[in-house]
């Protein structure tokens, strides 16, 4: 197991951190190890199913990138699975124009499967648990009560 930290090449001399930023760093690191795709999580969602994770997997075959899309267009770029070598390109020339969202690492020349949550990823993670973000206390309170539902 092992450690990545952001990057001193792209230090942004911020408070703040920014999800591109820990991309870039992964995708460098991951690309000098010669990996070729990776799935990417965010660390406030507990519940995350294997299902999900094994179900995005399965979908990125024969795909350069595969990220759940749900019905509104709205993307979860923290759910998705990227290939590194490209990735890392797009986030480096994102990281020089001082362009920080996400989707802009998404290349309009990858082949791309956009998997939608309420028709195909509810069907493995019915109270899609795995994108139900904990970040304040409340959200803990609607998650019990969510969990409290399902038992």
Not at 9 to 25: K, Q, T
Not at 34 to 51: I, Q, R
Not at 115 to 143: A, C, G, H, Q, T
Request: with cysteine; glycine share 2%.
């Amino acid at each position: 197991m092992g450690f990545v930290i952001d990057d001193d090449e792209v230090s942004l001399n911020r408070e703040e951190h920014l999800p591109l930023i820990g991309f870039y760093s992964v995708f460098k690191e991951l690309k000098e190890l010669e990996y070729e795709k990776v799935l990417v999580l965010p660390c406030d969602v507990p519940l995350v199913k294997f299902e999900v994770i094994k179900f995005l997997i399965k979908k990125s075959k024969n795909f350069d990138c595969c990220i759940p899309k749900w019905n509104d267009n709205l993307l979860e770029p923290l759910h998705a699975i990227y290939p590194i070598k490209n990735a890392y390109e797009t986030a480096r020339y994102n990281i020089s124009l001082s362009q920080f969202k996400l989707t802009k690492i998404i290349s309009k020349n990858w082949k791309i499967n956009y998997v939608s949550i309420e028709d195909e990823i509810k069907k493995v993670d019915p109270y899609l648990l795995s994108f139900k973000n904990i970040n304040k206390r409340e959200d803990i309170k609607i998650l019990e009560e969510i969990l409290n539902k399902i038992k």
